[in-house]
């Protein structure tokens, strides 16, 4: 009969050399970052203009997509709390080879989508100021740096403000909307409710079909990566057991909050055909009613979301090279931490890479490298998330071989292994609908990001399985499954 489980605890839990600075307001704002970039401000005209009305059916559908993910990755987290963990669940719960694949794409995912909020960023300034772009790009590149370099607990203060002012701002204008609903704000237009008249009869929720719908998924997902940072945060928050399952509540409710209903009033306010990328759609909604003043809020705001988005994504692309060092996935010396607990080599190295990728894309069109860079970050985002749900439904399996049961668990996935089984699914289907899209740029993603996954599996196969075994094996210094359920 198995031993009883390792209390879930602060005192009783490693820390891996990390500061637990992280409170449970941190958490929840520094997932909230990484969801809202400005992907959200300025991808979801594309999002609109592909898909009609109907566009916040499709943020319904990555709404659940999120939530299955989410409630797969609290009982993993919960369970044991450890810094990089999506990519030591897959290590531990499906195969080393594919959670070296997981972790080298989810790293070049951050790699190429930071440089991309940083050079969005920079082009919202260059309007303000007539500075170049590029060097308001390389300065947030730097502003970003910095705060990632600080004490963890000062990066989750700062992020906690970025986050706190693109909530306030999609909130402000859900109220605005509602305004302009019932004719109370109506600029040019008649002053009376709008109802249905753009919701409906401009061509129907789905002017241009279904498909459309489908095809946008993975371009829309990418607006909700960033809430896997709660479990890459596990290791450095204060009270895991606590601080995880609230997040997990609080951020889903806020998606609802912030993503669907923002999006619904959009879409009854707005024409969709006026959507699209040249500013930002919920600037040119409030514009369309005289409210002038909203397109430099708008920008603003889009600014910051910019920079949070960098902000967190730095954060979680650091902690997930570590952990493919820890495994052995990656060279050794990027688990070294500081004295004030950062992985100072791991953050130097992904700096050296953002700064090459922003140097190339100063070759590149704008516009058509911002909508590929996001294509690329939501297929590799996406494949994170499988990792979850494929780990968490193998974990619950060893949980019952090794003599455990549901009831050892201080946070369960309701409905496992279904919970995953269906979030998988969805997410491989909405995958394998770029490799269909008649767009050669979502093709092009498609075959990007499928060599990001493969090639690292085939490199550690080929050539560092043996070492990285050992590695793994000689490595003392993080939380293991049996340290939580002995045998």
Same mark, same amino acid.
């Given at each position: 009969?198995?031993?009883?489980p390792?209390?879930n605890n602060t ?23 990484g969801i809202?970039?400005?992907?959200y401000?300025?991808?979801?005209g594309?999002v609109v203009?592909?898909?009609?009305p109907?566009a916040f059916f ?9 939530y299955?993910?989410m409630?797969?990755?609290?009982e ?7 810094s ?7 290590a ?5 080879a594919?959670?070296?694949g997981?972790g080298w794409?989810?790293?070049i995912?951050w790699?190429?989508?930071i440089p991309?909020?940083?050079v969005?960023g ?6 303000f100021t007539g ?5 308001w790009a390389?300065?947030?590149g730097l502003?970003?740096t910095?705060?990632?370099i600080l004490?963890?607990?000062?990066f989750?203060e ?7 002012i693109k909530?306030?701002?999609l ?6 909307s ?10 040019n ?6 109802g249905?008249?753009?919701l409906?009869h401009q ?6 079909g279904?498909?459309?719908l489908?095809?946008?998924? &993975? ?15 596990a290791?450095?928050s204060q009270?895991?057991a606590v601080?995880?399952p609230?997040?997990?509540?609080n951020?889903?409710?806020?998606i ?5 209903i923002p ?16 500013n930002?759609?919920f600037?040119e ?10 397109? $430099?809020?708008?920008s603003f ?8 988005c960098?902000?967190?994504?730095y954060?979680s ?10 495994? $052995?996935?990656?060279p050794?010396?990027? &688990?070294k931490l ?8 791991a953050?130097?190295?992904t700096l ?10 100063y ?11 996001l294509?690329i ?13 494929w ?6 399996k060893?949980?019952?071989?090794s003599?455990?049961?549901t009831?050892?668990?201080k ?10 089984v269906?979030?998988?699914i969805l997410?491989v ?15 092009i993603s498609?075959?990007i990001?499928c060599i990001?996954?493969?090639?690292p599996i &085939?490199v550690?196969?080929i050539?560092? &399985?043996r ?12 939380l ?8």
């Amino acid at each position: 009969m198995a031993t009883q489980p390792v209390e879930n605890n602060t005192k009783s839990l490693p820390s891996e050399g990390f500061h637990r600075g992280l409170k449970g307001r941190h958490i929840q704002l520094i997932a909230l970052g990484g969801i809202i970039g400005s992907c959200y401000f300025l991808g979801t005209g594309e999002v609109v203009a592909q898909v009609g009305p109907a566009a916040f059916f499709a943020y319904i559908l990555g709404g659940l997509i999120i939530y299955l993910t989410m409630l797969c990755m609290g009982e993993l987290a919960v369970a044991i709390p450890i810094s990089g963990s999506f990519v030591t669940y897959a290590a531990d719960f499906i195969s080393p080879a594919f959670a070296c694949g997981v972790g080298w794409s989810y790293w070049i995912n951050w790699v190429i989508y930071i440089p991309a909020e940083c050079v969005a960023g920079g082009i919202i300034m260059a309007m303000f100021t007539g500075v170049s772009g590029y060097l308001w790009a390389v300065c947030f590149g730097l502003l970003v740096t910095f705060v990632n370099i600080l004490r963890v607990s000062i990066f989750g203060e700062i992020e906690f403000w970025l986050a706190l002012i693109k909530v306030s701002a999609l909130i402000g204008f859900t109220f605005l909307s509602i305004f302009i609903f019932f004719g109370i704000i109506h600029g040019n237009e008649p002053a009376k409710i709008i109802g249905d008249k753009f919701l409906l009869h401009q061509g129907g929720l789905l002017p241009n079909g279904w498909l459309s719908l489908l095809t946008a998924m &993975v371009l829309l997902l990418v607006n909700y990566q960033g809430s896997e940072i709660i479990g890459l945060a596990a290791g450095e928050s204060q009270d895991p057991a606590v601080v995880i399952p609230k997040a997990i509540r609080n951020v889903t409710f806020r998606i609802l909050c912030l993503y669907i209903i923002p999006t619904l009033f959009l879409v009854t306010i707005f024409p969709w055909q006026k959507a699209g990328l040249s500013n930002s759609v919920f600037a040119e909604a409030l514009s369309y009613y005289g409210i002038k003043w909203a397109g $430099g809020i708008i920008s603003f705001v889009t600014l910051t979301a910019a920079l949070s988005c960098a902000n967190s994504g730095y954060y979680s692309t650091v902690r997930a090279l570590r952990a493919l060092a820890r495994e $052995g996935m990656a060279p050794r010396f990027f &688990v070294k931490l500081n004295k004030h607990g950062i992985p100072q080599n791991a953050v130097f190295f992904t700096l050296l890479s953002i700064w090459l990728v922003i140097l190339a894309g100063y070759f590149f069109g704008e516009t058509s490298l911002y909508i590929a860079l996001l294509l690329i970050s939501g297929f590799t985002g996406t494949i994170s998330w499988i990792a979850l749900c494929w780990a968490q439904i193998n974990f619950r399996k060893r949980l019952h071989k090794s003599g455990y049961s549901t009831k050892d668990l201080k946070y369960r996935t309701p409905g496992s292994p279904y919970t995953g089984v269906l979030a998988i699914i969805l997410m491989v289907f909405s995958l394998a609908m770029l490799a269909f899209d008649k767009n050669p740029a979502y093709k092009i993603s498609f075959a990007i990001g499928c060599i990001s996954l493969i090639v690292p599996i &085939v490199v550690y196969k080929i050539l560092i &399985v043996r070492k990285s075994h050992q590695v793994a094996q000689e490595s003392n210094d993080r939380l293991k499954f049996e340290d939580i359920f002995p045998a």
